[in-house]
């Protein structure tokens, strides 16, 4: 697979920490430490279409939800989770309990997982309740990432890439354990043909990393730690989002 830059967005004035693609229709969204979130019309995307602000410390994550075309939900640093309207511009709810970054089921939309310091707290997205927690690393999580089917979740922290499944209900076990060695891995996303690659984002670099063959591939992207990716399921664009102020799209 050969990976190729795109289109690069240009408007947050301090570092870009998310990035994420609406599963149903033609937007964008990243969020900052500038404390906002940011909506961008791929079609046109000279200019961002919506700004989010209310949030009182840097953004760490941001998602859409998969079926819901209006909700879009953000985490900052304190663990304050916001779930917003993008054709209102408003927010429609606050809760707490995500640190680092946070993604929906894919497909159902049931849950919200969220990355707590080492731990992964699940939501229901419906009550915003806490339904379970669980942990395995022994570093704080900077990454979560579901498999399309919903089923699967994959964490990353300095110490290792985790691989979850979704056993009964809301229960997730640790299947499979992937150690980091030789970068600072922070993101990841699985690739949107190939269910058995986790394209893991790094210092500079982006890693393909094949579960089934336990092989990996190195590739330069940026000039700073890569904070967050994305994949759009209709085009099969993989988005790219760093800490040097750039996002980047892949094919």
Not at 59 to 67: K, R, W, Y
Not at 134 to 155: K, N, T, V
Request: proline share 5%; aromatic share 8%; with cysteine.
């Amino acid at each position: 697979m050969i990976l190729k830059s795109n289109t690069i967005l240009e408007e947050h004035s301090s570092p870009i920490t998310d990035v994420r693609f609406s599963p149903s229709m033609p937007h964008l969204a990243t969020s900052s430490f500038d404390k906002t979130v940011k909506v961008w019309d791929t079609n046109d995307p000279n200019k961002s279409i919506c700004t989010f602000t209310g949030h009182s410390t840097p953004i760490m994550s941001i998602d859409f939800h998969p079926f819901k075309d209006d909700l879009i939900c953000s985490c900052d640093a304190d663990s304050e989770l916001r779930y917003w309207s993008i054709q209102n511009g408003t927010c429609l709810k606050i809760s707490n309990g995500g640190t680092a970054q946070i993604r929906f089921q894919p497909r159902l939309g049931r849950y919200l997982a969220a990355a707590n310091e080492n731990v992964v707290n699940i939501f229901d997205v419906e009550t915003q309740a806490r339904v379970s927690s669980f942990q395995g690393h022994y570093e704080p999580i900077d990454s979560l990432c579901w498999d399309p089917s919903g089923q699967y979740l994959a964490s990353v922290s300095v110490d290792s890439v985790r691989l979850w499944g979704l056993q009964s209900g809301s229960v997730l076990k640790c299947v499979h354990v992937l150690s980091c060695v030789g970068n600072k891995f922070q993101s990841c996303i699985f690739h949107p043909t190939d269910p058995s690659l986790l394209v893991i984002g790094g210092y500079q670099s982006l890693e393909l990393w094949n579960m089934a063959e336990k092989k990996s591939m190195t590739l330069p992207a940026h000039e700073g730690l890569i904070s967050a990716l994305a994949v759009s399921p209709s085009t099969e664009l993989i988005a790219s989002a760093s800490h040097d102020k750039f996002v980047k799209l892949w094919k």
